[in-house]
């Protein structure tokens, strides 16, 4: 088989592939990438990839620059990104160059192609977008000799391959019975592996969607939990109490009740505003998840709220501990960092960062700020700390805190500790 695109999606599924028996080749247009691959390196951080890469390249997996790559095999997963565009629309170039690219080395085939769609993409861009794209550069007929899938992933960045390896189900989008076979033996291997997971087959703007169901509803279900824990805290109820009881109903359940400053990263943020989109342009305004938004946007002001009720943050110095999305991982896309450094940034205030991993890439983006490179360096002679990460390392500060000007907390994931000597404030 062979991938197109090797960032965090395609170099997992490519290892995770090759590691239950098939033979995978990663086509990439990045050569620092193809060259740390071919080399036994992952491109990326991963919990368990780089033993994968290192047991499989050279043998079953191999990557390279070259489109030709894919007329040796019979299927190919497009694994590229699908950003938003500034009014949240997915932003479909790079699929679309990844198509034309793909077609024109498969005009060259005699046989037939599988051509699935791995990316997160709006309803109707496999069959209406990709499909006539590979078609039109390769010369083939879709349903004929070009036979189109979609498989949605739900891997999660700090937990993919074992995420891949053992999903909570497996989603496989066809367009005719060749797409499903090959889909179906593709799969095997990992299914009967796994704990067994459900395999739903369904179409391919089903699966498409799916995706957007999964997503929006876990980024909804965060703001709820916010919704919830900031009524909570008018009435200086505890949300956590409150939360963790409605989890145990299983009809809820516990997990992404998490209530706090709120969801970023490389999905959430663009997937929700890309389906809000897609719904206006079909003419239906999706009430819900546009209010998910809202109270996702509004977490980080209210944050600053609690800090203004201590200290004016004009002049004053803040240490924000924690950069990164989520802890686990140094990515920082749409960290609730960036909101908060930016309006106390425009207040006036001396910030200094810190996170354990993500500081390189925060300070790429933010360059003048400060950075320091432990916690208690950031709090010694801070006036106020945020707390905008849970990293578990967070939850052990103690002592750290005697070194602070005025030791003035706000905690926007509920992780530190409330001690003697701090005047502690949680945002939920
Ligand atoms: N990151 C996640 O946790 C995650 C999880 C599930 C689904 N997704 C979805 O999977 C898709 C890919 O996301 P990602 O995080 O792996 O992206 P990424 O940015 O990490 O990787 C994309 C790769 O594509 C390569 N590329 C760009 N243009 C190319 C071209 N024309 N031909 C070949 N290669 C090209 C880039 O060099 C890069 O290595 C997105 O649609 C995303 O929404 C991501
Ligand atoms: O109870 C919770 C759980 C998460 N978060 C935040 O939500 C965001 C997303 O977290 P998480 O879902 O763990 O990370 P991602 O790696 O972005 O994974 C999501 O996005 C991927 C890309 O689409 C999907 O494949 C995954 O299934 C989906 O969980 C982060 O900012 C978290 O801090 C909370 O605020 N509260």
């Known amino acids: 088989m062979s991938i197109v695109g090797s960032g965090y999606v395609g170099t997992t599924i490519a290892a995770c592939f090759a590691d239950v028996g098939h033979d995978v080749v990663n086509v990439d247009i990045d050569e620092g990438i193809v060259a740390s691959l071919n080399d036994g390196r992952p491109p990326i951080h991963e919990p368990g990839l780089e033993e994968l890469v290192a047991e499989h390249a050279g043998e079953r997996l191999r990557a390279t620059t070259d489109y030709a790559a894919v007329r040796d095999t019979d299927v190919t997963f497009l694994a590229l990104p699908t950003p938003a565009e500034e009014d949240g629309h997915i932003d479909l170039s790079v699929m679309k160059a990844g198509a034309r690219s793909l ?3 498969l005009g060259e085939i005699d046989g037939s192609h599988v051509v699935v769609t791995k990316s ?7 069959e209406e977008t990709i499909a006539p794209i590979v078609a039109e550069e390769s010369g ?7 036979h189109v899938g979609m498989n949605p992933e739900f891997l999660r960045e700090g937990s993919a391959v074992a995420d891949f390896l053992d999903p909570d189900k497996v989603v496989l989008g066809a367009g005719t019975d060749r ?19 459900p395999v739903i087959e369904t179409g391919i703007a089903e699966a498409e969607m799916i ?15 916010n919704d919830i824990a900031n009524i909570c ?3 200086d109820i505890d949300s956590e109490a409150v939360l963790s009881a409605i989890g145990l109903d299983h009809r809820i359940g516990s997990a992404f009740l998490g209530a706090g400053v709120g969801w970023g990263g490389s999905c959430f943020p663009k997937d929700v505003a890309a389906i809000i989109a897609a719904a206006r342009d079909v003419g239906y305004e999706p009430a819900m998840l546009e209010a998910a938004v809202e109270v996702n946007d509004r977490q980080p002001v209210r944050l600053l709220e609690r800090l203004r009720e201590y200290v004016d943050p004009a002049g004053a110095r803040v240490a ?8 686990g991982t140094d990515d920082i896309r749409n960290s609730r960092a960036i909101p908060l450094v930016e309006a106390l940034s425009a ?3 001396e910030i200094v960062g810190y996170d354990p991993v993500a500081t390189d890439n925060f300070r790429a983006r933010y360059p003048d700020i400060d950075y320091a490179d432990s916690a208690a360096a950031a709090l010694d002679g801070a006036d106020a700390a945020l707390v905008v990460t849970d990293w578990p390392e967070f939850a052990d500060l103690d002592g750290e805190f005697d070194g602070m000007s005025t030791p003035v907390v706000v905690d926007g994931r509920r992780i530190v500790t409330r001690r003697e000597g701090i005047v502690y404030e949680s945002l939920v």
Do not use: C, H, Q, W
């Not at 997160?120 to 496999?126: D, H, S």
């Not at 083939?140 to 070009?146: I, K, N, P, R, Y």
């Not at 797409?179 to 033996?185: D, P, Q």
């Not at 995706?211 to 939990?225: D, E, M, Q, R």
């Open 103 to 105: 077609g024109a080395a």
């Open 120 to 126: 997160t993409v709006v309803p109707t861009t496999t």
């Open 140 to 146: 083939m007929t879709v349903g004929e000799d070009l």
């Open 179 to 197: 797409a499903r076979e090959s889909l179906r033996s593709t799969f095997d291997p990992l299914v009967e592996g796994a704990d067994d997971p």
């Open 211 to 225: 995706k957007y169901a999964n997503n929006g509803f876990l980024a909804a279900k965060i703001s709820l939990a």
């Open 233 to 235: 805290k008018e009435y």
């Open 320 to 327: 924000v501990l924690g950069l990164a999305f989520k802890p």
């Open 347 to 349: 207040a006036g205030s």
